[in-house]
């Protein structure tokens, strides 16, 4: 299989975008892969997989690669008589955060026509912005954690007890989120996170609160992964999210009840089907007593959770032959015709 | 002031972002126009103002027309020896339905840095999906008609008393609508809706209900236009349809109570900010003794509602002034460099 994977854009993650490409190529050792990076300027380049490491682009050498365009039915490099298409089977949105994650990609890949794996534009809507996320969880009946919404402009009064978590609406991957233990602290959090959305949202934060992960996808049957229990620090640092974003050694299953197991895979079902088909994302519950709570949806998760899968690259092969079809529209111009005959309609 | 005009596309709404796009070159005698179509395989083409007119489109004569590609900063033609950009200080999103509304088009405006007028990315997700539009609305504390959802694969079973109202819940222009008075037409009706939508929405059709339609738009202040008490039609054939699209005199404001005028205003005003800003929307409210409740959004509404404005070029002109703006992302690498000066991350 040949697959195309697309990194970087503008967006706080970025960075951790281009790790989780380079892990791929670490992952996907079956498959031919051709990467193309966008920059922050979004502008698109080839990039050959035997040539990426973190130094092309943190040193701007990139500029040397090919440059794409997008066009109907693929990429394409320029050239003086006619433009060459990047032939590939399936391209994977690996953007984290803004361009990838909400809704961008997932729209120039629908409107260009390329069969890609990520999150389609409405589930990107959904699934970036938490707060919208909360409203969607709720309208099937999945339980999520109470929260408190706040805009910039607002009044800052906090309706929940401390400790609090406030992260921005808008981001993933802890950017901008803080845990707050009382009133002193919670101005200066505001500030961090405003700096990062216009949005935020509060929650209870509950210490030591069991959560798992379980990531998943629809192909021609469901594919759900092991399920983690991810190990707790209140806060990850550059290493740490590094380790997060290239992880590529299958993990251990958690530790679980049958009916807890069954209960979160139940959920993960309510929440993927129909909204997520042809993506792979992670679901990170909190389970509080026997009820199961929606923490948040990774729509495009670090190096796309790999790791808990057994056989990823088998996977991917499945759901890129599995991915949801576009309406055909057929547009005939009946109705134009119909009032070119009508009368008085000259000025059509 | 140079204004280029999105419309078409693959849609069900294609031919009636025709007529709004002709209907535009009437309304907007002082700005110099610049067509652009989308055809249905989704190309875009560099239409003369002169030029313009159904036929042009019907007949398949457009594709004599120059053809645009979509790069950093707008439209260009191609040229050999350096392709040539289509000059224009704002653009406005005329498409009708999908690609239009559902924030393909947005997203395409926001990734190629192109200033544009339509609602953005969110914006157009929330109020393309008539169910997301109830939740959103729901979540800021706007009434809306009371509803039922069902999916294709759900059981037909209806919780509401008839008369109902069934409709897709992604079309707009009343594609596959019916009013159903009893169970007898229950069935084709569905069978109707789910042509064109795998979900779809059931409300109470109440006869007679006060309807109002309110527009307008944030620029450096409010914009509302008159408030206008829409002609009442069970259905709307496809020359009255034409007509809605292809308004271009004021109407008259309907009689309405101080009161209600302006819960109706606020009640847009509550809807439009911030979400919408960068748009020209018209909300379609019902009055029910005195309370105000949402029906729905028309993001993108026929001939940008230009009717219910006293002056709709000199409102655009400043709402072009005054457009939301992207938040600027900094990528400095800082992370990158980081991990490479750590300890064993050399393979990264």
New interface residues.
Partial sequence: MNISILFGA???E???S??SA?TMKKVLKKSELTFIFID????FYLIESSTI???L??SGQYKKCKKL????GGFFTNR??GDKIVSTDITINLIHG??GE???M???M????IPFISPR??AS??SY?K??TK??AQ?IGVSVVEYQHL?KSDERLLKLSYPVIIKPVRLGSSIGVSIVKDKSELDYALDVAFEFD?DIIIEPFIDGVKEYNQAGLKSDEWELSIIEEPQKEEFLD??K??MDF?RDSTVISASLSKEIEVKIQNTFKKLYD?LFLGSIIRCDFFVVGDEVLLNEINPIPGSMANYLFKDFEDILDRLSKNLPKERN?V?D????????S?KG?SN?
Wanted: hydrophobic content about 35%; proline content about 1%; overall charge neutral.
């Fill in positions: 503008s967006s706080y970025h960075e951790i281009i790790v380079i922050k300027d979004r502008e490491n973190s130094k682009f943190s365009t997008l066009k109907q003086i008589f803004r361009d909400d809704g961008k997932a729209s120039l629908e409107f260009y026509n534009l409405e809507v959904i912005n707060l919208y409203l969607f309208s805009s216009n550059f290493e999210k590094y290239s129909p529209i547009i111009y009946q109705y134009i015709h119909s009032i070119q009508a309609k059509l």
